[in-house]
């Protein structure tokens, strides 16, 4: 798995308030990895998880899972990077209308923007923004500065000088931000306007949305906190500014429309064959990315494709099988977890290759 700085843990917290109380009570045909989740409260230290699980193989219903009152089923939750593979699918879908070229450089449509300090919009695709090989400089990495626009942010990125070589797979923030101004440049409109009308309308994502300068969350949802890096206690953070994450991880949404955001994108509803299979290729980043998602080989052979989602108060993972059969998506209500890096592929192994005679 790419590690995925999808970050944003410096956004500006404007309120502090209190724990929800509600206690949702889990499915009787539980999926594998519902007996793994508590491990995210015992040994991860995440005050409330939850999970949803579709896979039809196993039960036509779907599988929720929480481990306490924190986190209830219709919740809306910041989730971050996953906003990622939402403008991803919007800038392919214009890509297959012939509005743009993945191979265009940013200079045709954002000409000037990316200059200086070693930056040239005239030597970076939309292709390279799209699979994180453009070697821009993360604005989130820079905590002297705060941008609350996509031009603030680019401007902050490149004065510096770029993290990497062009054509080297490096996981910025900035990259969704300019594919966020090329949107606008195309179709006249924000990439929140396109986001809805071509993607939350059409899937009937009632629970998603993309909040520009709002700062509270919609109901139903449950609180978000955050544990500052030097430790210590929990800070709620659940109302906070975000517009510094912009289309790179501003998406609010619930564990129910992220499944089917994901399901739909991987069966094929969302892109055409050439888009989807562009989509999909990782040959530019040697197997860790593709265009707005990325894959998981488990140990079972079965190859799992999403996106995580990081953002103050809040961590959110989905995995979907290539087909769209069988999807999860759990969340944590925040943004720090001991030993994620175990924790979440055990979760996926739990769910993606139970032992036999689970499910």
């Known amino acids: ?58 039960s036509p219903r779907d599988t929720f899972r929480s481990t306490g009152p924190g986190i209830r089923y219709a919740d809306r939750f910041r989730a971050g990077s996953v906003t990622k593979s939402f403008v991803a699918v919007v800038v392919l879908q214009l890509a297959a209308e012939k509005r743009l070229r993945l191979s265009d450089p940013v200079e045709r449509h954002l000409p000037g923007l990316i200059r200086g300090h070693g930056n040239d919009g005239r030597r970076i695709t939309l292709r390279a923004l799209l699979g994180h090989t453009s070697g821009l400089y993360d604005y989130t990495d820079d905590t002297t500065a705060l941008p609350l626009s996509a031009a603030a942010a680019v401007r902050t990125a490149t004065a510096h000088r770029p993290a990497a070589a062009p054509g080297t797979y490096a996981y910025s923030n900035t990259d969704y931000a300019v594919l966020g101004l090329v949107v606008r440049h195309v179709t006249g409109r924000s990439y929140a306007t396109e986001i809805r009308r071509r993607i939350i309308a059409p899937l009937g994502l009632t629970g998603t949305s993309l909040p520009g300068s709002r700062t509270t969350l919609p109901a139903p949802h449950g609180r978000a ?59 530019a980043t040697d197997g860790v990315y593709g265009l707005g998602v990325y894959p998981e080989r488990l140990s079972c052979g079965v190859t799992v494709w999403g996106h995580n989602g990081r953002i103050a108060g809040s961590y ?13 998506t759990y969340r944590i209500d925040t943004e720090t977890l001991a030993g994620a890096d175990t924790l979440e592929p055990g979760l996926l192994e739990a769910e993606f290759c139970p032992e036999p005679g689970q499910g």
């Open 1 to 58: 798995m790419p590690v995925v700085r999808a970050v944003l843990v410096t956004l500006v917290v404007l309120a502090l308030c209190g724990l929800g109380t509600a206690r949702v009570s889990s499915e009787s045909h539980l999926s594998p990895a519902a007996a793994y989740l508590p491990r995210f409260t015992g040994p991860g230290g995440a005050p409330d998880a939850a999970l949803l699980a579709h896979d039809p193989a196993r």
């Open 225 to 283: 906190y955050s544990r500052p890096a030097s430790g210590g206690g929990l800070t709620d953070v659940t109302e906070l500014d975000p517009r510094p994450a912009g289309a790179a991880g501003e998406l609010i949404s619930t564990l129910a429309d992220l499944n089917r955001f994901y399901t739909a994108l991987l069966d094929g509803r969302l892109l055409r064959p050439a888009q989807l299979a562009a989509l999909l290729n990782t040959s």
């Open 316 to 328: 959110v993972r989905t995995a979907t099988t290539r087909d769209g059969r069988h999807t999860l």
